[in-house]
Nanobody, 128 residues
Framework: QVQLVESGGGLVQAGGSMRLSCAVS????????MGWFRQAPGKDREFVAA????????NYADSVKGRFTISRYNAKNTMYLQMNSLKPEDTAVYYC?????????????????????WGQGTQVTVSS
């Protein structure tokens, strides 16, 4: 049974920073592409960032480029999302997702259906 548990969400003022963590158990974390997605009230879930199994390749949504940084620490089966210069429009439930063995590839990093397992989500609220 694969488990993904997000943590680190909460309330922050606009311009502030926050770091999300995603702890993974029950699968070979070190060979899976990992991603972050988010869903704001009344909107579809959208891609935020992804990182390859080795950490050598990353991909970001245009809306977060230059502000968010995705990273992973394979020895601890944990992925992170450092969020800086937060804006009210970043308010959403943030989900971490795990792909299969060496998947998704670079082309599929931003596609929800390419991921096999999901966490329950953590709320991030940015006040203006």
């Amino acid at each position: 049974q694969v488990q993904l548990v997000e943590s680190g969400g909460g309330l922050v003022q606009a311009g502030g920073s926050m770091r999300l963590s995603c702890a993974v158990s029950g699968r070979a974390f070190s060979t899976s592409t990992m991603g972050w997605f988010r869903q704001a009230p009344g909107k579809d879930r959208e891609f935020v960032a992804a990182i390859s199994w080795s950490g050598g390749s990353t991909n970001y949504a245009d809306s977060v480029k230059g502000r968010f940084t995705i990273s992973r620490y394979n020895a601890k089966n944990t992925m992170y999302l450092q969020m800086n210069s937060l804006k009210p429009e970043d308010t959403a439930v943030y989900y971490c997702a795990a792909g299969g063995r060496f998947r998704p590839t670079a082309q599929g990093m931003g596609v929800m259906d390419e991921y096999e397992s999901w966490g329950q989500g953590t709320q991030v609220t940015v006040s203006s």
